[in-house]
């Protein structure tokens, strides 16, 4: 613990201040406001697990990163009126820029360069779901089929029965028999 209270730093002889590099001029400080303009920094957690493409490095979900945060421009700037956002973070090993944007439409997240996103058992659980509600949707479809299938036959049936009986009700009257009520 004494050591994070040292008053006196250690500075090697062969230490020369001109070589740090500095901002020096305002025009430099100027340059890198120019660069980062538009951009607001955010502590973040990254929302979903992911691997550089470069290093292979995982970085998974709940990971804290200083990023940089933007609005995005042009035809994909916005969903029913909200805006979407831009998120810059480096790999945690190779510095890497990694991209991802927000996804409103899906209430989820979209990666965009840099990195590739793992695979996640929630994402496909859905898709299972809707493949499941949409197989069940042809199914009644072809229930629904199978019904008026089904009841034209009955119909089909009770007409014949019907000519049936109509028949032998003629052959009575032609006999001179009674027809029956």
């Known amino acids: 613990m004494g ?3 040292v008053l006196n730093k250690y500075i090697p002889s062969d230490f020369d201040p001109t070589l740090v590099p500095k901002l020096s001029s305002t025009k430099e400080y100027k340059a890198t406001q120019r660069k980062n303009e538009g951009k607001v920094q955010v502590r973040m957690m990254i929302p979903f697990s992911m691997q550089c493409e470069s290093c292979g490095t995982f970085m998974y ?3 804290k ?3 940089l945060k933007e609005d995005v421009k042009g035809a994909k700037a916005k969903y029913l009126n909200i805006q979407r956002f831009r998120f810059y973070i480096k790999c945690v090993v190779c510095s890497r820029g990694i ?3 927000t996804d409103p439409e899906n209430g989820d997240y979209e990666m965009e360069k840099g990195a590739k996103r793992n695979y996640e058992v929630w994402h496909d659980r859905k898709a299972h779901e809707e493949a499941e509600d949409e197989s069940a949707a042809n199914k ?3 229930g629904q089929l199978e019904e008026r299938v089904e009841a034209s036959r009955k119909e089909q049936r009770e007409q014949d029965e019907l000519e049936e ?3 032998l009700n003629a052959s009575h009257a032609r006999m001179g028999g009674d027809a029956p009520d």
């Open 3 to 5: 050591e994070r209270k």
């Open 61 to 63: 979900r709940g990971k």
């Open 65 to 67: 990163f200083n990023s």
């Open 99 to 101: 991209t991802f944007l």
């Open 140 to 142: 009644d479809a072809i």
């Open 165 to 167: 009986i109509m028949g």
